[in-house]
């Protein structure tokens, strides 16, 4: 049974990025500093030859696919926006710290989530339901390699929920631009629910024939 890869990759940098918002379905786009940075890193790195490219509604995500992968064709993925941080929308850490709800939300849990946002829980199943879909649409297709342009509590969310090896949260920090290879086996995913993790992404020219 053929193996697919997948090529989760974190949008550019925004204004709000810059200023330590949390930024959820707030459609900001990249700044100046953001398009220099993914420009100098494809001058600087490689990113996996793909056949598709998948990616967030929001426009941070698809701005990101379109200089990262300039002629290929984009697919919007629902699924894969940010998760919705509801009341906490827009602010910085600094502003929410003597908010009650934010220092529960801080302490974790699947079920715990912001004042009208979304629960980590509510995330993972729309992720997982978005990665089914991918892997559908990637058989159908007879296609072997996808990126996906998302956000880095996506990518945070699904290599902890579904991805092997395990890795340790502080492994999965996200660079803008940057992001991490999978490889998806349509039999372990099904039996499972699992992946495998490959490595990060993007590469140096010599690391170029890895994925």
């Not at 490219?53 to 290929?72: D, G, M």
């Amino acid at each position: 049974m053929k193996n697919y890869h997948i090529s989760l990759i974190r949008h550019g940098r925004t204004d709000a990025n810059d200023r330590g918002q949390y930024i959820g379905t707030t459609d900001y786009p990249l700044n100046d500093r953001g398009r220099n940075e993914l420009y100098d890193k494809l001058d600087r790195f490689v990113y996996p030859k793909v056949e598709l490219v998948y990616s967030s509604p929001l426009q941070r995500c698809t701005e990101t696919a379109e200089i990262l992968f300039p002629h290929k064709e984009m697919k919007i993925a629902e699924d894969f926006r940010e998760l919705h941080f509801g009341q906490f929308e827009g602010k910085t850490a600094s502003e929410l710290l003597q908010n009650e709800d934010y220092r529960t939300w801080l302490k974790g849990g699947m079920d715990v989530k912001p004042p009208e946002g979304e629960s980590v829980a509510e995330l993972s199943v729309r992720t997982y339901q978005g990665l089914y879909k991918i892997l559908l649409e990637m058989m159908q297709e007879d296609l072997q390699h996808a990126a996906l342009v998302t956000h880095a509590g996506v990518i945070s969310n699904i290599l902890t929920c579904f991805g092997l090896p395990k890795l340790d949260p502080k492994q999965i920090q996200t660079a803008p631009g940057e992001g991490f290879e999978i490889q998806i086996n349509p039999q372990m995913w099904q039996q499972a629910q699992a992946f495998e993790i490959l490595g990060v992404i993007p590469f140096l020219p010599e690391e170029s024939e890895t994925f």
